[in-house]
């Protein structure tokens, strides 16, 4: 098991001072400004999942603010990131947020660019005067690297690897083997609060027993302990199979344990005045089914068999893992309103095995994919295209992005119309929202603001 940082502590104390700060940063355009120069310009960002970009003529996009970045596996096998905008006249070359090309032609005159980004071809090449300098005119190029199953790129070529950026991360993450794992769901929703709205709510277990009822009868918020990290990153390791010790425990399993008992083939009966014996009987019951199908789970801690390990990656990317899967969630500014922004959701699951002739059998999500082995890839998987839609598509339950997300988006538009108020001007935050306070502290550090 990777060892957790020293900083690792109880919530009901922080060991960093809670300084909070105005509310600008989530409404000014001079604000945003600054971020697009220094956050978007000079950090290391995630633009997608290896498992993406396997095989030679892979791309993706990734788009941050008003810039465009395509990832693209060459034929030789290198992975390069290079700016989505023709050299001719400016065009984006690529709309598709992932695909597979043998090579970039942009829609506008058609000039031809290969994998690696450079021109291939210019129509009409004689007519220009001044000729055409194919060497000059290539796709300008972006720093790019993997980690963590994870491809990361950096708009502007300066400041800390990518090993020293993700510092211990690389151990506590890499031991659930992402790059292992294949995309099962990938939505994108576009919503009403500033990017940083979204990753604050996801750097405090505080507002949950309140805004996510069902926590309560699965996970131990009350007492998770948290990691805080340099360069900005946070963690928070929550217990699975439990009930909330915020509250009164019961004397019997509560609905959510009782599926997850039965998922692993136990009688929830069986569990009746032993309620804190679930969490271990659940550990033990997957260890055995793993050992039974040949698993590799030597790896993993009993803990991290039931538990959710959550990673917040400075600055807009939440990861959550366990063996099983991993979710991905990533916020992104809007182009132009500091009052709106894009969170990503994307779902991996580490299936085992030889493909399966078998096709994929529903089961209930409510217990999520870590009460459940999975089993080799489906015959019929196809990797998911991107599902685009507004948060009023959740609010009218045309969508969902699971019942805790959407009770999240529902909410953090009332709190960005709620900052917008003159009688609202600074944060005010607890000592268990420390999380909050070290990803500011990191934000205004990196915007050469110092702390
Ligand atoms: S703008 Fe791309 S070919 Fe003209
Ligand atoms: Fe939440």
Redesign the pocket.
């Known amino acids: 098991m990777a060892s957790i940082d020293v900083r690792t502590h109880s919530p009901d104390r922080s060991p960093i001072a809670i300084s909070n700060f105005s509310k600008e940063r989530y409404v000014s355009s001079e604000w945003m400004a600054t971020e697009t120069a220094t956050i978007w310009a000079k950090s290391w960002l995630v633009a997608g999942v290896s498992c993406d970009l396997r095989n030679p003529g892979q791309f993706i996009t990734f788009d941050i603010g008003t810039q465009s970045v395509i990832v693209a596996r060459g034929g030789d096998g290198h992975l390069r990131a290079m700016h989505n905008a023709?050299?001719?006249?400016?065009?984006r070359?690529v709309t598709e947020s992932a695909g597979t090309l043998r090579k970039f032609v942009?829609?506008?005159?058609?000039?031809v660019y290969g994998l690696d980004g450079a021109l291939e071809s210019v129509p009409g090449a004689a007519r220009f005067s001044n000729g055409v300098p194919k060497s000059d005119l290539a796709l300008r190029p972006v720093e790019v690297e993997e980690a963590l199953g994870l491809v990361f790129v950096r708009l502007e070529p300066d400041g800390p690897s990518l090993a020293e950026f993700l510092g211990p991360l690389l151990e506590m993450v890499g031991t659930y083997w992402i790059d292992l794992m294949d995309v099962t769901n990938d939505q994108t929703v576009s919503h009403l609060c500033n990017w940083k709205a979204i990753i604050d709510n996801f750097a405090e277990l505080y507002h949950v027993p309140f805004l996510h009822p069902i926590h309560r009868r699965m996970f131990e918020c009350a007492t998770a302990p948290i990691s805080l990290f340099d360069h900005g990153h946070t963690a928070v390791y929550v217990e699975g199979g439990v009930t909330d010790s915020g509250f009164p425990t019961a004397d019997v399993p509560s609905d959510m344990q009782a599926m997850q008992l039965k998922a692993f083939g136990l009688d929830p009966v069986d569990f009746h005045g032993r309620v804190s014996e679930i969490r271990p009987a659940l550990q033990a019951a997957k260890r055995a089914l793993a050992d039974s199908q040949g698993l590799d789970y030597a790896c993993f801690s009993d803990a991290q068999l039931t538990d959710v390990w959550q990673f917040n990656l400075f600055p807009n990317v939440i990861l959550s893992v366990t063996p099983e899967s991993a979710w991905l969630m990533r916020s992104r500014p809007d182009p132009g309103d500091p009052g709106k922004s894009m969170l990503d959701m994307i779902t991996l699951v580490r299936f085992h095995g030889e493909e399966s002739r078998e096709a994929s059998a529903d089961s209930d999500d409510r217990i999520g994919t870590h009460f459940r082995l999975n089993g080799p890839r489906p015959v019929d998987y196809v990797r998911p295209v991107r599902d685009v839609f507004t948060h009023e598509d959740i609010l009218a339950g045309r969508k969902t992005m699971t019942v805790t997300i959407d009770e999240d988006i529902s909410l953090l538009g009332r709190v960005q119309q709620g900052m917008a108020s003159r009688g609202f001007e600074a944060v005010w935050l607890s000592d268990e929202e420390c999380r909050v306070q070290h990803f500011h502290d990191a934000l205004e550090s990196s915007m050469g603001l110092g702390n």
Do not use: K, N
């Open positions: 023709c050299t001719h006249r400016g065009t070359l942009c829609p506008y005159h058609a000039w």
